[in-house]
C-alpha cells in the first residue's frame, strides 16, 4: 500500500511513515479483508461490472474501534476491494457532555459522506434504570433499534459496527460466566425483523491494533464513559481476567479467539445442535479394539 501522490484517501493523510506503523496499517487490512471474505459479507456478483452496489451504513461513536473501522474499509474501497457504497452515521443521544460537533466537522474534513442523528435516548434510560444499574443494556437497545431505522430510510442493506476481536472474546466469556451460555457476537447475522445485515468487519481485529492505529492517525477520539456508567462493568471484569491470562501467556486471547472458529458439536452437550440420541456405532465392521486401539 503505497500513498504516493494522490493515491490515497483522505482519512490516511499524515499517516506515520515509519516501517512499524506500515506493518500496523497492513495487518489490519489483511485482517479485514479475511473477515469480510470469511462471512461473505459482500456479495458474490458484487464485482461484476453492471452489479449495483450495497450500501452499508458505518456506525460510529467516535472511539478509536470506529475510526479504525471507518478507515480500513474506506481503504479497501480505495484499491477497489470493498465494492460497496459506505455512508458514515453517528448517533448522539444526549449524553451530557456530549461533543457534538466533533464527528461531523471531521467527518466533512474528511469527505465521508454522513448522517448525524440526534435522539435523547439518555433521559429514557436514566428515567427507566434504577442508579444502581449500569445503562448499558437498554442504552445499546435504543440505539441499534434508531441505527436499523436510519439503514431502512438511506437504503442500506447492512448495519456495520466497529466490535474487534477482544469484545467478541469478552462477550462469550460474559455468556459463559453469567448467561448460562456459549454465544457471543458474530461477525455477520440477520436482525429479528429479517430485512438487515449486521456486519462487524473488525472481527479478527485484535483491540491494541486498533488503539495503536487511531493514536498513531491522532483521530478525535470521543470517549465512551460520559454517561458515567462504565465502573464495575460485568465486561470490566471479564476483560480483566482476560488481561490477567494475556500476561500470564503471551498470545492466549489468539488462541482463545480461534476456538470460536473450531467448535465440535459432537464434543459439546448440547443435543439441539448434535443428535447423540441417534448417535450410532460401526459394530460388526471392524473391532472396536483394531479401529481404536488401546494406548
Known sequence: MLDDGDDIHPLFYGAPKST??????KRIVQ????????????????HEKDAKPAKWLVCLSGGKDSYTMLAILYELKWRGLLPVELLACNLDQGQPGFP?????????????????????????????VPSTRTYCALCSRLRRGNLYRIAREEGC???VLGHHRDDILET???????????????????????DLFVFRPLAHVAEVDCERFAKAMNY??????????????????????????????PGRRNVMFRSLMNI??????????????????????VNSSEKFPVR
Not at 512499524?20 to 496499517?25: A, I, N, P, Q, T
Not at 460537533?101 to 428515567?127: A, N
Request: aromatic share 8%.
Open 31 to 46: 485482517n479485514v479483508r479475511e473477515a469480510v471474505d470469511q462471512y461473505g459479507m459482500i456479495a458474490p456478483d458484487a
Open 264 to 285: 465440535r458439536p459432537s464434543h459439546m452437550l448440547d443435543p439441539k445442535i448434535f443428535d447423540f440420541v441417534g448417535l450410532a456405532t460401526n459394530a460388526g465392521s
Open 100 to 128: 457534538a460537533t466533533v464527528m461531523p466537522e471531521f467527518l466533512e474534513k474528511m469527505g465521508v459522506p454522513h448522517r448525524i442523528e440526534y435522539q435523547d435516548t439518555y433521559s429514557i434510560v436514566v428515567d427507566k
Open 220 to 249: 478525535p477520539i470521543i470517549p465512551c464513559d460520559l454517561c458515567g456508567s462504565q465502573d464495575g462493568l460485568q465486561r470490566q471484569q471479564v476483560k480483566q481476567i482476560l488481561d490477567g491470562w494475556e500476561k500470564n501467556s
Open 20 to 25: 512499524e506503523f506500515k506493518k500496523l496499517r
Open 157 to 159: 442493506s447492512a448495519v
Open 172 to 194: 462469550f466469556f460474559m455468556n459463559l460466566f453469567h448467561g448460562g451460555r456459549l454465544a457471543t457476537m458474530p461477525p455477520k447475522l440477520v436482525n429479528e425483523e429479517g
